[in-house]
């Protein structure tokens, strides 16, 4: 017999399986409809439907959203831009639920555990919030506390992921998001596991140690449960907040938020895959001057087989030579199936526009006088049609995360509008790679995380 507890659970997924299927569902089968009768559709107020249909659901289904926004050609485009106006900021849980789920998690004398512990969260998003607290020997602390019954959102979330994915589907079939759905779900029950994000914690301060520009916080192990994370607070300012300072300051930030990427993932196979302006802030210097970032957020972090990470260097270093069997080499052990010259050109379309200002030996912006707006919309456009006509091609599912990264990471640097010698700084991270080099780091640091 089931227990109360998974009783309550199904129910939680039930009900979440109505609302997403009737809301997301509605727009899938009006589209249907009209493909069907051969009537034109809007599919400007399409998207529009669709955008508030998830508006209204919150949770880890606005994630999911904003995730696929992210990743070039997953939707259409009218979909994609009004998915990236959507909100992650959940309404947050009042003091009475904040407390039930402080003693479910710590006990009924948890308020003893702290000096002090702020009413209203700092901070409110897709899975849980945040509330400053200060520890008894006076170090501040950042408490994130996961809304109650998650595990039954996202699974039934994920479950109607399907349907956003028929709708790109109906449409245009040039691309096949199988994988992208299976580790679009993976990554999201791992963020469930808080438990799991303080070995992230750990592993970030193991792979930068040595970097002052990056700050990681320390991890209350003793205040921390599977659904509760109590991390060191480390104060600053939001990174957009720089965005009209000197160019010395910029370039100051663009250059540590590349270290803070790409030196964990050529070294160590580890990327933080969530480019949320909101996961980092900015920290001063003795002077008052902005000295670096404070990585915030552990939730979403994938850790590559170290043969990826060649993969990445060998099709930079094709690209670099003009080596196309070294291209080639690389996409097979990223995982394309069914390659060919046609289809291998429509990749290197996107990859020179991602591989572009490495390849490019001087200083420049990330853009190079490209509008922001218009930023890798002429190549996705290219790379959808050419598809159409010689796809459909499989996106690997450690591609799905990797891609998305680096364009948030592009986003940072428009932002910023830094001017730097990307490709000098790619060459530095690269210098002594090997992938059994990266191996070995790689499991030095796992193991020093316990993971």
Known sequence: MPTDLEKNRFSARAKRYARVGTNVGGVAARMAGARFFGVTLDRGKNAIALAAALGGLKGPIMKVAQLLATIPDALPQEYAAELTKLQSQAPPMGWAFVKRRMVAELGADWQNKFASFEHHPAAAASLGQVHRARAHDGEELACKLQYPDMQSAVEADLQQLEWLFAIRKRFDPAIDTTEIGEEIGARLREELDYHREAKHVALYRAMLAHEKQIRVPRVRLELSTGRLLTLQWLQGRKLLEHKDDTLAHRNTLATAMFTAWWFPFSRFGVIHGDPHLGNYTVFDDDGGEPAGINLLDYGCIRIFPPTFVGGVVDLYRGLERGDDELVVHAYETWGFKRLNRELIEILNIWARF???????????????????????RREAFRVSQALKQKGPVRVPRE???????????????????????????????????????VAARQADALTQAGL
């Open 354 to 376: 991602i591989y572009g200002p490495l390849l490019d030996n001087r200083v420049r912006t990330i853009a190079d006088g490209i509008k922001p707006s218009e930023y890798g």
């Open 399 to 437: 591609f799905v995360f990797m891609d998305r990264a680096a364009i948030g990471l592009g986003a940072v640097f428009l932002h910023l509008a830094a001017e730097l010698n990307f490709h000098k700084l790619f060459n530095e991270a690269i210098e002594d790679f090997t992938v059994a080099k």
